[in-house]
T-cell receptor, first 118, second 115 residues
Framework: AQKVTQAQTEISVVEKEDVTLDCVYETRDTTYYLFWYKQPPSGELVFLIRRNSFDEQNEISGRYSWNFQKSTSSFNFTITASQVVDSAVYFCALSEGSGGTSYGKLTFGQGTILTVHP | DTGVSQDPRHKITKRGQNVTFRCDPISEHNRLYWYRQTLGQGPEFLTYFQNEAQLEKSRLLSDRFSAERPKGSFSTLEIQRTEQGDSAMYLC?????????????FGPGTRLLVL
């Protein structure tokens, strides 16, 4: 069975600090997909980034970057120069797939509450 | 693209009553998912449809829960004889599987409170 663990329950930073959110996953599949979602106080989950298991290349997109390491089953997410508007709950999620097509069903971690103070 | 919409946004009901929620996916998205999220937890998968076919149901989905997606467009989730433990946020998401690289987009959710 697949499992996602976000060990950090809450993180508090001051604006402009960099912050890294940790995610560790478990799966028996060799093909899988990893995601990060943001849930602001309004409640709607907002898609941020995704990565498939074939590609360990780490990327940067604006203020977001991620570090995917299959050897440690980790998919960490970094926000550079945090802003107050980044305050939200962040979820890491996993879906298993085969043949290049995701099975779709997402397994979420418990979330990390990020508070960015002015 | 208009996003995923859900109705109602909030529902308060008494224990034992039936409730029905509606989800309208992003147009042309062939997959639709329902999740449930309780306070302080991540969303948990309930069920999903590909077009009008319900392809998978979680063990979380008791006999009191039923979901439909007639004609492969909008979906409804009905809870019969509600219990206080059903109080949660019910989230709907849609995606397309045609590209083989699927990202789910979520609606704003329906927050249910059972008194």
């Amino acid at each position: 069975a697949q499992k996602v663990t976000q060990a950090q329950t809450e993180i508090s930073v001051v604006e402009k600090e960099d912050v890294t959110l940790d995610c560790v996953y478990e799966t028996r599949d060799t093909t899988y997909y990893l995601f990060w979602y943001k849930q602001p106080p309004s409640g709607e989950l907002v898609f941020l980034i995704r990565r498939n298991s074939f590609d360990e290349q780490n990327e940067i997109s604006g203020r977001y970057s991620w570090n995917f390491q299959k050897s440690t089953s980790s998919f960490n997410f970094t926000i550079t120069a945090s802003q107050v508007v980044d305050s939200a709950v962040y979820f890491c999620a996993l879906s298993e797939g085969s043949g290049g097509t995701s099975y779709g069903k997402l397994t979420f971690g418990q979330g990390t509450i990020l508070t960015v103070h002015p | 693209d208009t996003g995923v919409s859900q109705d109602p946004r909030h529902k308060i009901t008494k224990r034992g009553q039936n409730v029905t929620f509606r989800c309208d996916p992003i147009s042309e998205h062939n997959r639709l998912y329902w999740y449930r999220q309780t306070l302080g937890q991540g969303p948990e998968f309930l069920t999903y449809f590909q077009n009008e076919a319900q392809l998978e149901k979680s063990r979380l989905l008791s006999d009191r829960f039923s979901a439909e997606r007639p004609k492969g467009s909008f979906s409804t989730l009905e809870i019969q004889r509600t219990e206080q433990g059903d109080s949660a946020m019910y989230l709907c998401a849609s995606s397309t599987s045609t590209t083989g690289w699927e990202t789910q987009y979520f609606g704003p959710g329906t927050r249910l409170l059972v008194l």
